[in-house]
Each structure stands twice: as C-alpha cells, then as structure tokens.
C-alpha cells in the first residue's frame, strides 16, 4: 500500500502540468427555492426560487476540476452563437490558468443542463441540447487546434458527452497523434463501441456503462474484472478503471494487474460531476510522473471527496491534501478557503438545511474582544465563516506599520477557534464582493455600527437575511494593545 504521505506529495507535484482537455463542453444551470404549496393549476409543486448560479458543465467540469488540482489546462470545444454560449466563454474567461480555443458554430444550440430544487430534493433537469454532426468547418478548426497543442501538453483528456465534438474522424486522429507524441490518453467514455477509443490508455466508465459496452455481467469483483479485460482484449485499450459507486473502482491493467479501491466517501450528497473529477485527477497524475495505480488511489480519494459536495462541483489540491494527511493541523488549514472553495462549502452546509452567518475584519491581533464578537456570530447562525482582510487591505486601511501578523498567521489562528467554522481572505477594503458571492444567511458586525453602515446589509437583507449587531466588549482595542506595547 502506498504511503500516504507519498501520495500528499504527488498531489503538489501536479501544479502547472499542462493537460488538453478535448470535449463537449456545456452550462449547468441551477435553480435553488422552496416548496410551500401545489400549484392550483395541476398537482405539481409551486417552486418560489430564492437563488440561481451556473458553471461550466460536461468537459467544462474537467477543465475546472484540473484547475483546482493545479494543473495548467488547455481547453477546446465548441458552442453555440447564443446567450449560453457566451455565458460559456465568460465562466472559462475567469480561470486564468485556462488556455482556451472555443469555436463559435452558428445556429448551434449551445448545451444547458438547468435543476430545480427545494431544499435538499431535486425536483426536475430539463435539458436544452443538439447532438447533430458539427459543420466541416468546425471540425477542421477544433482538430487543428487540438493537434498543435499535443506537443505542449503532459497528457490529453478526451470528454464524450455525445453531443458531437467528439466524432469517430476526431478521437481517432487526436489517438494517432497523441501516441505519436507519447502522450497518455485518459477517456470518459459515451456510447457502447469502445472500440472507437483504441490505443487509449485509459477508459473510465461506470459500472452501468461498463455492462452496456460489453453485454457481461458486472455483478460482482470477478464479473467487472472479467468485462474490463474484455475491453482491454477486444478493443485494444490499455487500460480500464470502472468506477463502482458506493463500492468504490477497480483498476484493470494490460500488464494484467488488478487494484480494487474501497469507496472514500464519508457523506454522498451529489454524485454528478464525479467522473469528471475522476478523469482530471487521473490526467493530471499520470502527466505529473505517478505510476497508474498511484494515480488511481488519488482519483479514488478525489471522487470521495466531490461526492460530499453539491452541483458539479470540484477538488482542490488542498482538499486532497487534507484528507490523506487526516490530521488537526490538516483539519485547521483546511478551515482556510478561497472564494470559490467557500462557495463550495457553503452549498455542502446549505445542502443540509444549515443557516450560515458572516463577519469580517483584520483580527490582526487576537483579543477578547474579538473572541466575543466571533461567539456571538457563532450564536446566530449553524456555521460561521470569517471574512479576513489581507496584508494589502489592512495597510490601505490601518497604515504601513500594520499588520503585525501576517494573513497566514492570523488566518490559521481564526481557523483554530471552535466558533469559526472558514477562513476566507479578501483584498478589497470592504467584504462587500465576498458577501454577494457567499449570499450569507446572517451578517453580524459590532455594535459601533448602525445597520445602515454595515457593509453589505443591503445585499443581506435583500435576499431574506437579517443583520445582527453584536455587544461589544469594553476596553479591548488592538490599536490600543500595540501603543501598550510600543511604551514598554
């Protein structure tokens, strides 16, 4: 069994590994209510929407994924000349480290995917899509790109939805070339003829895909053996991890080698996305040098992971990292997010029916004040993020000779507090941003202010939320604290 701090260091090995990611990109859409009635007009439910967001969808998902693990992403697809299109290319345009070739096909229907839900429950996906063959056009333009970037590139992602990126003409040139180049191919699968997919290193279907592209059973360990090596034989791939849900995967090698991997997941909320979690981790492991059963067991623990999420959504390396290492010094960094990682957690907490307050400031120095403060945030909400200035904010708004910590210390010094449940560093003066991405439920600043001054109470307030003005605790200040210090 490999070490697990052998692994933890695989992880950090995946940083800038560049990675084509070719596929069916598409929007996912998501639409967040409450169900309190039947609709008089049919026994249906009435949904009163509270909130929506959307992301990148299909290999969209990949491309994010890759992103979050570290790696350097270059990204071709295809979309439509329409409003989901455009969305499309904006969400892709936010992730600086994508290097992307979207073609434009005209009167395309872009890809959406849109989910109602109430609460926990999904109540419907409705799916607006065409799988017709892409113009000649296109197809040159989408294989043209993709073969220039092979040389560049440490391993190829290819992502089949079956909405026609991917066609016969396509996977087989971007196979050639890619072998040509010795780069491996990672393959998430559609359809039942594998055979398209040969010289691939590696297919990653499920196990339900796994039956219907051999027609064997897959019923048990010795079954889904027996169908992957079918694969292997009969189609020429080198390799086949089938993902097995709460059973976890089995890794099934040419050199005929098998890796059964006990399923990682804690809590399961949301299994969509997974295999696109699966794929990039995969890719970007076997790009950064790992042996393939190595890469497995990450991938393995990154499907745990994601799986205790909601939506499509990602795992980070940092998140890897923390659940390998299983420590408190782990479980207290990784109380520290970033904005995208936060909003990640906030829709886990949510997901589950929790109420989620917020609070800001330097806490350059930890005093009794603040802890009150935290306490009482803590007191009005089921989960309490803190949003911490940075070293650049804090020297706009308090002068050159602050901060005395640094934003790490006093980050990981905030994480170690019962009462704070993240950490989310922002470098504008005010949190204002950080609370319309967030959307918390309760907004909590100390009484010195009106509700009228606190930053973002409108936003709060806006969508439901109510703003908490908390006691302060005399006589503690850290300006007051360093002049004290600064005459002894």
Request: hydrophobic share 45%; with cysteine.
């Amino acid at each position: 069994m490999t070490d697990l701090s052998l692994l933890a260091a695989r992880v950090f090995a995946l940083k800038q590994v560049p990675i084509l990611c070719v596929g069916d990109v598409m929007l996912d859409q998501f639409v967040y209510g409450d169900v309190e009635r039947i609709s008089p007009e049919a026994p249906i439910p009435v949904l009163r929407v509270r909130r929506e967001m959307a992301m990148l969808g299909g290999a969209g998902n990949v491309v994010r994924n890759l992103v979050a693990l570290g790696a350097a992403p270059h990204f071709v697809s295809l979309v439509g000349d329409d409003m989901a299109g455009r969305e499309v290319t904006r969400l892709v345009g936010l992730h600086a480290e994508v290097d992307p070739v979207l073609i434009v096909e005209y009167g395309r229907q872009t890809t959406i995917k849109t989910r109602f839900s109430a609460g926990s429950q999904q109540l419907l996906r409705a799916d607006r899509e065409t799988s017709a063959a892409l113009a000649e056009q296109s197809l040159a333009s989408l294989l043209g790109n993709a073969m220039k970037l092979l040389p560049k590139v440490g391993a190829v992602v290819l992502s089949d939805y079956g909405k026609g990126v991917l066609n016969k003409a396509v996977i087989r040139e971007l196979l050639d070339g890619a072998r040509a180049a010795g780069r491996p191919v990672v393959v998430d699968p559609k359809g039942t003829d594998y055979a398209l997919y040969a010289g691939a290193t590696l297919v990653t279907p499920n196990r339900k895909e796994l039956h219907e592209a051999t027609g064997l059973s897959v019923e048990d360990d010795a079954a889904i053996v027996a169908a992957a090596r079918h694969l292997i034989d009969e189609c020429s791939i080198a390799n086949v991890l089938v993902t097995r849900s709460q059973d976890g995967m089995t890794l099934v090698t040419q050199a005929g080698e098998t890796y059964h991997l006990p399923a990682e997941a804690r809590e399961v909320f949301d299994v969509s996305g997974a295999g696109d979690t699966v794929v990039a981790t995969m890719a970007a492991a076997l790009a950064a040098g790992s042996p393939l059963p190595e890469a497995a067991r990450l991938a393995n623990v990154a499907a745990g992971i994601v799986v205790g999420k909601v939506g499509t959504a990602v795992v980070y390396a940092a998140d890897l990292v923390a659940s390998l290492h299983h420590s408190e010094v782990g479980a207290v960094e990784a109380k520290v997010a970033d904005r995208t990682m936060a909003v990640d957690h906030l829709a886990r907490w949510r997901h589950k029916g929790q109420k989620v307050g917020f609070t800001n400031g330097c806490f350059d120095l930890l005093h009794p004040g603040h802890i009150s403060l935290l306490t009482q945030a803590r007191a009005q909400c089921d989960r309490l993020v803190v949003g911490l200035n940075s070293d650049k904010s804090v020297k706009r708004l308090k002068g050159d000779s602050r901060p005395v910590q640094s934003e790490a210390s006093r980050a990981i010094v905030l994480a170690s507090l019962a009462c704070v449940d993240l950490v989310v560093i922002f470098d504008e003066d005010t949190p204002f941003d950080l609370i319309a991405a967030l959307r918390p439920d309760v907004l909590v600043k100390g009484a010195d202010y009106t509700v009228e001054q606190v930053v973002g109470a409108d936003l709060v307030q806006g969508w439901g939320g109510k703003v908490v003005l908390a006691e302060l605790a005399e006589g503690h200040s850290t300006t007051a604290t360093i002049a004290r210090m600064g005459r002894s």
